[in-house]
């Protein structure tokens, strides 16, 4: 038998056992060095809780273990102030407030107490989105947010009519004889048309919207169908009959103007603002995943 056909020695088994051994707890220790251990966290939501909720739960659970861990419970002035609030509506009274904060933590009040808690946890929220510097937005993201979210800040387009509105309510069984009459009229030659008499209309206070209105709000104003009408409208002509909740409109349409890019200077605080929110949005989402790595959550779903 050769020598490199023999088993190795026990002494030496026992050897590479220890030695692999201590370079497994050095890596061990090294990871953990890097890498704090986990912080447990139990999770209670209802047995019918969708994932989006469980999510929505694990968070609020984990921000305001962050915030109890900074002592904002003992520090917020909001918070304290419902704590004792609370202490005093059980009858529970104590001359010294700081006192009086310790014993409704003690009773769990600041967790319990869903003022509180909510507090706690916007607290929490702000401190992710904190920068201790915030420098102002540069020209070039204020128009990259903008072309990002054009509708937000372009003018709508606008319809500019005039209108003869037959009401439901005022004309009642004659609605219908009306409606014809004025249909025949507005068949007569465009000149005719164009001229009908507004004292047809019934009183209506957007007969004569020579200032325009969008295609939006008119839709909201009228329905759908008004709307619509009027989105696919061309200037110079009649439409109608078109019904709403109100009545019967015929519409003569006077312009339709196109939506317009307002300039950057115009709308600038509107932009720096939204700008701003963004980054804000952006710390709290990095830095709430960060701190989610920090914790094992257990869900536990209650009967």
Sequence with gaps: MSDTDRPAPLWRLLA?????????????????????????L????????????????TDEAILLDFAIR???????????ERLLSSLAVAGEKEEEPRVAVDRAIALGLHV?????????????????????????????ELRAHVDAHRDDYRTPGRVRFRQVFLSTERRGAGLADAVTEIAERLRATPEVARDVDLALSDPWPWSDTRAGESPARL??????????????????RWEGPVRSSFGVHFVFVEA???????????????????????????RRAQRMAALRREYVVSVVRSA
């Design 16 to 40: 590479r056992f220890f030695v692999g051994g201590a370079l497994l707890l050095a890596a061990r220790q090294a990871v953990q060095a890097v890498e704090p251990e986990r912080r447990p």
């Design 42 to 57: 139990a999770v209670e939501v209802s047995s019918g809780a969708t994932e989006p909720e469980v999510a929505a739960a």
């Design 70 to 80: 900074a002592g904002w419970h003992r520090t917020d002035t909001v918070v304290r």
């Design 112 to 140: 319990s107490d869903p003022i509180a808690r909510r507090r706690l946890v916007e607290v929490a929220e702000r401190a992710l989105e904190h920068a201790d510097e915030e420098p102002e937005p540069t020209q070039d």
């Design 219 to 236: 839709e909201a104003l009228f329905g759908e169908e008004f709307g619509r009408a009027l989105a696919g409208a061309r200037p110079g």
């Design 256 to 282: 339709v103007d196109a939506p317009d890019d307002p300039p950057l200077a115009s709308v600038h605080d509107r932009v720096r603002a939204a700008v701003l929110r963004e980054r804000r949005a952006a």
